[in-house]
């Protein structure tokens, strides 16, 4: 596994004392199941508290991997509610005042949290899931996780459309036979308004369904490894292990972990995300430094540019301290692809023409386009006899993405902008 792959643990374990874990990696928009885990607890040896710790080694959970673990079923309660896109410490706010009226049970017994599943730019609104249980419920899972390190403790409900956007079906319970007529449950399917709704689930052989029917963990990203010659009941018993790790690897993980249910210090992984070692910090400082070469020459793209220089900033700052987080080498690589698959290409027509009507004052209107070689030849009419064409010769001056050499000539009825396209030199990015 490289350095820049990404692996999330999904752990579970229910009222029986079952447990069930997955690890799944992430390459692209497409994730495999690396290993799975599943272990009966005793109550007389520790139960779950005692069984759960020995998942990592039989996972194979690495120092970096994500650890996101949860009871399964639906103790914990959910609500999904619209709410105006302010910042998660304003939402915390004005849930405190309202919690009461999403849950019948008295705001004082209650452990709860949130989660913003959505954000909505054209309707101006966010969708928050609310999610709370008992305080003695809460104080199971404490005791149940016991020394075990985790990044999140969450229910596999808080996030079942984290990744997989079709209707979820989450086991309640099974019968001693673990037959699957016996299995009962819920399905939580979003209405039309995007909102996560819950329904007691009368037809298990829902083909529509993640977590039941003959294929239970079918999604069409998710190659399923070790699990896929399963029976389909043992399948089943995974599928929200499953979950949880796919939330293990979404971007917005860091926002989550502020605004959901927060874990005892003691809980969480002590990781080294310090590289001690020169070559380690040169290695991710020529990167960056390749970026910030890059980025320079990127007019057309401003904001992508401006967002690029301040990631890199900070990093070329610990880069020199030999401080890296892991973290952020990540994001580094994510940036490097950004920059190789979006950025790394000859200027076309449409960029350049894009870029000088952006530029054009109101009073000027093309009439003619050329783009030959690195060369744009445009021609010019003013609506306003007053204007100056050195107006446009100190505009487009100021173009980084153009040279400095702007020629400007105005006859009798037309103004000629010839424009030269920086030559972008090869930068050398260490791998």
């Given at each position: ?32 199941v ?9 109550s007389?040896?520790g139960?779950?508290a ?11 959970v690495?120092?970096e ?9 639906i ?6 509610v ?91 319970k099974?019968?001693?036979?673990g ?7 819920f ?37 399923l ?14 599928s ?33 995300v ?56 990540e ?44 060369k ?56």
């Amino acid at each position: 596994m490289g350095l820049f792959n990404k692996r999330a643990a999904g752990l579970c374990w229910n009222t029986k004392g079952e447990c069930f874990g997955v690890v799944i990696a992430k390459k692209g928009n497409n994730y495999s199941v690396v290993s799975h885990w599943s272990e009966k607890s005793s109550s007389s040896a520790g139960g779950v508290a005692a069984t759960l710790p020995s998942s990592t080694a039989a996972l194979g959970v690495k120092e970096e991997d994500i650890v996101v673990a949860g009871e399964m079923g639906i103790r914990c309660s959910f609500v999904d509610v619209k709410m105006p896109p302010i910042t998660p410490k304003e939402m915390r706010q004005s849930l405190t005042y309202s919690i009461g009226s999403y849950f019948p049970v008295n705001p004082d017994n209650l452990h709860w949290s949130f989660k913003i599943s959505n954000k909505n730019v054209e309707e101006n609104k966010s969708t928050v899931r609310v999610m709370a249980m008992k305080n003695t419920y809460w104080d199971d899972w404490i005791d149940a996780v016991g020394s075990m390190k985790v990044d999140q403790l969450l229910p596999p409900v808080a996030v079942v459309d984290t990744v997989i956007d079709t209707p979820i079906f989450i086991l309640s319970k099974t019968d001693s036979s673990g037959t699957e007529e016996g299995r009962k449950g819920f399905v939580l399917a979003k209405d039309e308004e995007g909102l996560l709704k819950v329904a007691p689930s009368l037809d298990i052989h829902s083909e529509d369904c993640f977590g039941i029917g003959e294929d239970p963990l079918y999604f069409e990203n998710l190659d399923l490894g070790p699990i896929e010659n399963l029976k389909e009941s043992t399948q089943q018993n995974f599928s929200q292990a499953i979950l949880l790790a796919l939330h293990g690897l979404e971007t917005n993980l860091k926002q989550d972990k502020e605004t959901t249910f927060q874990i005892p210090k003691s809980m969480a992984p002590k990781r080294n995300v310090l590289t001690s070692t020169i070559c380690s910090a040169l290695a991710v400082y020529l990167l960056a430094l390749g970026i910030f070469q890059v980025s320079r020459y990127i007019g057309t793209r401003k904001k992508e540019a401006n967002s690029i220089k301040s990631a890199t900033a900070k990093i070329l700052d610990d880069a020199k301290k030999k401080t890296i987080d892991l973290k952020k080498l990540e994001e580094l690589q994510e940036i490097r692809t950004e920059i190789e698959d979006k950025l790394f290409r000859p200027a076309s027509p449409k960029d350049v023409l894009s870029l000088i009507t952006a530029n054009l004052p109101d009073e000027y209107y093309l009439t003619s386009f050329q783009f030959r070689g690195d060369k744009a030849t445009c021609k010019v009419k003013t609506s306003d006899p007053a204007a100056s064409p050195s107006q446009l010769f100190n505009i487009f001056k100021k173009v980084d993405f153009f040279e400095d050499d702007v020629q400007v000539d105005q006859n009798s009825r037309d103004i000629t902008l010839v424009l030269n396209v920086l030559k972008k030199p090869v930068v050398e990015v260490t791998p």
